[in-house]
């Protein structure tokens, strides 16, 4: 199994970024999939999640009106559309496969996002 992410980097507030999370290793349709943050000094945050089919998604309220969260089941990738970015989403983002009731058994590597002007 592996999740492998790209798309994070330094933005301005006011700023877009878009992560993404290409996976390899199981039928990436059948599970729930998250994004976590851990900002500087700070425990794991869940941010957002979806549901197999795409069908239904989550947000914290932190971020709800802001972030979009899809996927693209024929190229198992999982995406984090971030906009209006605030200093204060600055953090290392994770993909993770799982939902909070159940947990997470695979996490990707983790990308930095910088909030800052």
């Known amino acids: 199994v592996q999740l492998v992410e790209s798309g994070g980097g330094l933005v301005q507030p006011g700023g877009s970024l878009r992560h993404s999370c290409a996976t390899a290793?199981?039928?990436?349709?059948?599970?729930?999939m998250t994004w976590v943050r851990q900002a500087p000094g700070k425990g794991l945050e869940w941010v957002s999640g979806i549901n197999g089919a795409g069908s239904r998604t989550s947000y914290d309220d932190s971020v709800k009106g802001r972030f979009t969260v899809s996927r693209d089941n024929a190229k198992n990738t999982l995406y984090l559309q971030m906009n209006s970015l605030k200093p204060e989403d600055t953090a290392v983002y994770y993909c993770?496969?799982?939902?909070?009731?159940?947990?997470?058994?695979?996490w990707g590597q983790g990308t930095q996002v910088t909030v800052s002007s």
């Open positions: 290793g199981f039928n990436f349709s059948y599970y729930e």
């Open positions: 993770a496969r799982g939902d909070s009731m159940d947990g997470y058994d695979y």
